[in-house]
């Protein structure tokens, strides 16, 4: 489920092909599963990512997400200890 929709970023990677998301996850260092949910919209992006992506794409960071997306930092511990319901 996407909470911010698609984000612009998503759009220029897979322009460049199949495994381009994945591979510029490893090359940037950051973890595949928080890359793939913050393109996707579900998470916001980590400050490291949008600082790495930005610089990667020779993009404001501003290009690359929506505002909605960008409005609020990413929380790494948001989750933690919660009970899991599926």
Same mark, same amino acid.
């Given at each position: 489920?996407?909470?911010?929709?698609?984000?612009?970023?998503?759009?220029?990677l897979?322009? @460049?092909?199949?495994g381009?998301?994945?591979?510029?996850?490893? $090359? #940037?260092?950051? %973890?595949?599963?928080?890359? &793939?949910?913050?393109?996707?919209?579900?998470?916001?992006?980590?400050?490291?990512?949008?600082? @790495?992506?930005?610089?990667?794409?020779?993009?404001?960071?501003? $290009? #690359?997400?929506? %505002?909605?997306?960008?409005? &609020?930092?990413?929380?790494?511990?948001?989750?933690?200890?919660?009970?899991?319901?599926?």
């Amino acid at each position: 489920m996407s909470k911010f929709g698609p984000q612009p970023v998503h759009r220029i990677l897979s322009s @460049r092909g199949y495994g381009a998301i994945l591979r510029t996850a490893d $090359e #940037l260092g950051i %973890p595949r599963i928080h890359f &793939k949910q913050a393109l996707r919209g579900g998470v916001h992006p980590s400050d490291e990512m949008r600082e @790495r992506l930005s610089a990667y794409l020779n993009k404001p960071v501003e $290009e #690359l997400f929506t %505002p909605a997306a960008l409005a &609020k930092r990413y929380n790494p511990n948001y989750n933690v200890g919660k009970k899991v319901t599926r």
